[in-house]
C-alpha cells in the first residue's frame, strides 16, 4: 500500500503552520504537533488519531478519518473554539497537494469542546474526512 496519509499530514501542516489566523492564536512557529513535548505552552494543537482505509469504488483511492485535538487553559471555550473555527477554515475543502497525490476531498465532520479532569483546562476535538488518490507514475 501506498502510503498517502503523512504527504497529506505534511500538507495539512503546511497550511495551518503558514495561516495567519492560526498563527495568532497559536503563535509563529504555530504550536501544533505530531506529537506533544512534555511541558507544552498553551494553547496548543496536535494531530490526534488518524486512520487510513481503501476508498470503495475509487481504485487508488483512501479514506483518512483525521482527528485534530485541541488544548487550552483559557477559562472557558472561548480560546478553543477560536483555533477551532480557524482550523476549519484552512482545512474544510482545502485545495491541500502532495508530490504524487491528488486530493478528491477534505471536509469537516465535527467538532466538540469539552472541560479535562484536572478542571483547568479544556480539550477540544475536530474531526475531518479525507479523500485522496495516488497519481500514475
Known amino acids: 500500500m501506498t502510503d498517502t496519509a503523512f504527504p497529506l499530514q505534511e ?21 501544533f504537533y505530531d506529537v506533544a513535548p512534555e511541558s507544552p505552552t498553551f494553547p496548543f494543537a496536535v494531530f490526534g488519531d488518524w486512520k487510513t482505509s481503501a476508498y470503495a469504488g475509487l481504485p487508488g483511492a483512501f479514506e483518512h478519518d483525521i482527528r485534530i485535538r485541541i488544548f487550552s487553559r483559557y477559562g472557558g471555550r472561548k480560546e478553543t473554539r477560536q483555533i477551532m473555527s480557524a482550523l476549519h477554515d484552512v482545512l474544510h475543502d482545502a485545495p491541500l497537494s502532495a508530490p504524487g497525490h491528488r486530493l478528491v476531498s477534505m471536509r469537516f465532520v465535527f467538532s466538540d469542546v469539552f472541560l479535562r479532569a484536572d478542571r483547568g483546562s479544556w480539550d477540544g476535538i475536530m474531526r475531518f474526512r479525507a479523500v485522496d488518490e495516488v497519481l500514475a507514475e
Open 11 to 31: 500538507a495539512a501542516f503546511a497550511a495551518i503552520a503558514s495561516d495567519p489566523t492560526v498563527q495568532s492564536l497559536l503563535g509563529n512557529p504555530v504550536r
